[in-house]
Structure formats: structure tokens, C-alpha cells
């Protein structure tokens, strides 16, 4: 059974920073692309960032910069780090585990939330 199990979620002043954590099981996470992506109320979900399992990355305009994604194929995690926040960086924050040729694999998001 796979899982993707999400954290570092929280509540930050504009300008600051978290590092959301993204921990896969049952499944051979090395083989795979890693996602992140955010839903903020009353808007579709977007893709922030995304890394190839050989760790080339792809961010968002909105996010260039200030985020950085990564992954410890060993621990069998991703990473967003956040830097700079701004208020619109307020969303919850899903992983996405991407599968080619079959069903992507979700975690259950985190809270993020950027007010002063």
C-alpha cells in the first residue's frame, strides 16, 4: 500500500520560511517524479515544483527563487523549502508521487498559512 505523508505545515509571518516534508512507503520512491502542488480556497489546485528521479527540478513562475524542492532518495522524502513567504503562498500543499502509464499517487496536503 502507498503512502505519502505530508508535514511542516504551518502558520508564518510574511517573509518567512518553512521546509514541508513529503515521506513515501511502499513504493520503490527512487523510480519516481516527485510534485509539489497547492490549492488555495476557490482556486484550482497548481503545481509549485517538481523533481525527476535523476533530480532535475521545475517550479512554478509565481515560486522561482524562493522555493527550492528536493528529494533523499535514502529517507524516501521530498522537500519544499519555503523562503520569502508572502501571503498568496497561502494554501494547503499536496506531494504527488507521478506514475507514467498509470495513477498518480496524492498525500493528504498540509496547511500552509502566511499572515502577519
Known amino acids: 500500500q502507498v503512502q505519502l505523508v505530508e508535514s511542516g505545515g504551518g502558520l508564518v509571518q510574511p517573509g518567512g520560511s518553512l521546509r514541508l516534508s513529503c515521506a513515501a512507503s511502499?513504493?520503490?520512491?527512487?523510480?519516481?517524479?516527485m510534485g509539489w502542488y497547492r490549492q488555495a480556497p476557490g482556486k484550482q489546485r497548481e503545481m509549485v515544483a517538481a523533481?525527476?528521479?535523476?533530480?532535475?527540478?521545475n517550479y512554478a513562475d509565481s515560486v522561482k527563487g524562493r522555493f527550492t524542492i528536493s528529494r533523499d532518495n535514502a529517507k524516501s522524502t521530498a522537500y519544499l523549502q519555503m523562503n520569502s513567504l508572502k501571503p498568496e503562498d497561502t494554501a494547503v500543499y499536496y506531494c504527488?508521487?507521478?506514475?507514467?502509464?498509470?495513477?498518480?499517487?496524492w498525500g493528504q496536503g498540509t496547511q500552509v498559512t502566511v499572515s502577519s
Open positions: 504527488k508521487l507521478q506514475r507514467i502509464g498509470a495513477s498518480d499517487y
Open positions: 523533481i525527476t528521479k535523476d533530480g532535475r527540478t
Open positions: 511502499g513504493i520503490i520512491f527512487s523510480l519516481y517524479t
